[in-house]
């Protein structure tokens, strides 16, 4: 049998040691996609759907916003998409 692996890694970095309550914190979510494979904006345009992320927080921690970075556009024949290839950075709020 061959062994399947995902077509993307994500990479979680924090420059916070500690939550303190009452201050929101910010994540990095590094996101690489492997060759010839793509992943789609938040708005993906005419078909598509964008990544999402399945948080488990500690009670009292809420994700409150999701920064984007500009995608490119994708056009074929039949559709324009707007997404990523190779690399890119989703920036997340936390609120406490």
Do not use: R
């Not at 904006?41 to 920064?67: E, H, Q, R, Y």
């Not at 039949?78 to 406490?96: A, E, H, M, R």
């Amino acid at each position: 049998f061959a062994e399947e692996s995902a077509p993307l890694k994500a990479n979680l970095i924090s420059n916070h040691v500690t939550v303190v309550p009452g201050q929101d914190f910010q994540l990095l979510v590094e996101i690489e996609l492997d060759s010839g494979w793509h992943a789609y904006w938040k708005n993906p345009g005419d078909c598509g759907m964008a990544p999402s992320i399945n948080w488990k927080l500690p009670a009292g921690l809420t994700v409150t916003n999701t920064d984007w970075p500009t995608p490119e556009k994708f056009e074929t024949e039949d559709s324009v998409t707007y997404g990523y290839k190779d690399k890119f950075p989703l920036l997340i709020t936390v609120s406490t």
